[in-house]
């Protein structure tokens, strides 16, 4: 505001579009203030991010921002010079120079990507258009394209040339699929979770929104899909090769009309307090769930690790149609003897007890190459 009323007053002996001016510099200023400004914590290396998927800025929240922050500085732009070309060619270069800056300047804390570069022009570039059609309806007259001059077009060249060469030398830049880590899942997942979901507990849960997780941006490198579950729950599986599904049940399920203490298997009342009570319970539950490829002969029972855990676990062999790399179904019971969650995975159920993840600082520690 102080930028635009200071710049506004400034303008208005020298010219007729004073506060049109005014309102450029400002959300220029805005946006330089937003893109540029120091965060917490450097970023520790010169990088930035070459997204393949160019049109990804139009499908994720961020993107769209990114594309409405650019809008006012091309719609302003053209209504301040009245041509076309320049009125784009002065928020691309900003946005080249910003996406360099924070590339080039780890101790800024923000990251550069492509994904920005091509949302910022195409919002400068609706800016523009939107611009020229308002001058066109309210004054009649369509702004110029105002071609530069070949003087102009080479030294503009010369310096996109040079940025790019710098950049190439000193920035490590990684190619991905997606500069987003998170992103809607497709119908494909979506048929997937439903089914495995559906085969585990029936029609008394249903998937909600299914989004695909792709923590180093390459798809199939350590990417997820995941979903909650209503009433309660969520389940995730590993994409595309499916080697690893976890549906996860709260220890409360309070829409349900049983008791509130994790998801009743029909057929089961007993406590679980011994391995051989969490083998009959479990046993009741896979014969209803899970009696095909499932080898009930030889479970074994991984008891909780302390007394206050409540978790018992029953691991069984399991060959899972249409999932070739499933090797075991794990089921966890609660001491109430209540169905707690349920694993597939690739690991035999020889192979010992799975070890439990904190998710959220699994991908803080996670690198990718």
């Known amino acids: 505001m102080a930028v635009f009323t200071t710049l506004g007053s400034l303008l208005r002996r020298r010219s007729d579009r004073p506060w049109i001016y005014a309102a450029w510099a400002a959300f220029t200023a805005a946006t330089l203030l937003l893109t540029l400004w120091v965060k917490t914590g450097a970023t520790g290396e010169m990088s930035c991010i070459v997204s393949r998927d160019l049109w990804e800025p139009l499908w994720v929240t961020q993107g769209r921002m990114n594309i409405l922050m650019f809008v006012p500085i091309g719609f302003f732009g053209v209504l301040a010079v009245r041509r076309m070309v320049p009125a784009l060619a002065a ?6 120079g910003v996406e360099g800056l924070q590339a080039l300047v780890p101790g800024i804390g923000r990251y550069c990507d492509t994904s920005d570069l091509v949302a910022n022009v195409l919002g400068a570039a609706s800016g523009v258009v939107l611009g020229a059609f308002s001058m066109r309806a309210l004054a009649g007259s369509p702004p110029s394209w105002g071609l530069w001059r070949l003087r102009h ?6 310096a996109c040339t040079g940025t790019v060469c710098l950049m190439a030398s000193v920035v490590d830049l990684r190619v991905v699929d997606h500069a987003e880590p998170t992103r809607a899942g ?3 997942q979506r048929a997937a979770l439903t089914r495995v979901v559906q085969e585990a ?25 995941w979903t909650a579950l209503q009433p ?3 389940a995730e599986m590993s994409w595309p090769d499916q080697n690893m599904v976890h549906i996860d049940l709260p220890g409360r399920i309070t829409s349900l009309t049983t008791p509130p203490s994790g998801y009743p298997i029909a057929g089961a009342s007993e406590p679980v307090s011994s391995a051989a009570a969490a083998r009959r319970v479990a046993g009741i539950y896979v014969s209803r769930r899970f009696r095909a490829g499932t080898d009930t002969t030889r479970p074994r029972v991984e008891e909780p690790e302390s007394e206050s855990a409540e978790t018992w676990t029953v691991v069984y062999p399991y060959r899972a149609v249409g999932m070739p790399a499933i090797r075991s179904l794990r089921v966890g019971l609660n001491r109430a003897g209540r169905l707690r969650d349920i694993r597939l995975s690739g690991t035999s159920a020889g192979d010992g007890p799975a070890v439990r993840v904190d998710k959220e600082k699994s991908r803080e520690g996670r690198t990718c190459g």
């Not at 077009?153 to 010369?158: E, L, P, Q, S």
């Not at 909600?208 to 199939?220: E, R, S």
């Open 91 to 96: 928020p691309v270069l900003l946005s080249c």
């Open 153 to 158: 077009m080479i030294v503009m060249g010369a």
């Open 186 to 188: 497709s119908a494909e």
């Open 201 to 225: 507990l029936g029609d008394e849960f249903r998937i909600t929104d299914v989004l695909d997780w792709t923590p180093c941006g390459v798809d199939g490198v350590d990417e997820e899909i």
């Open 232 to 234: 309660a729950g969520q």
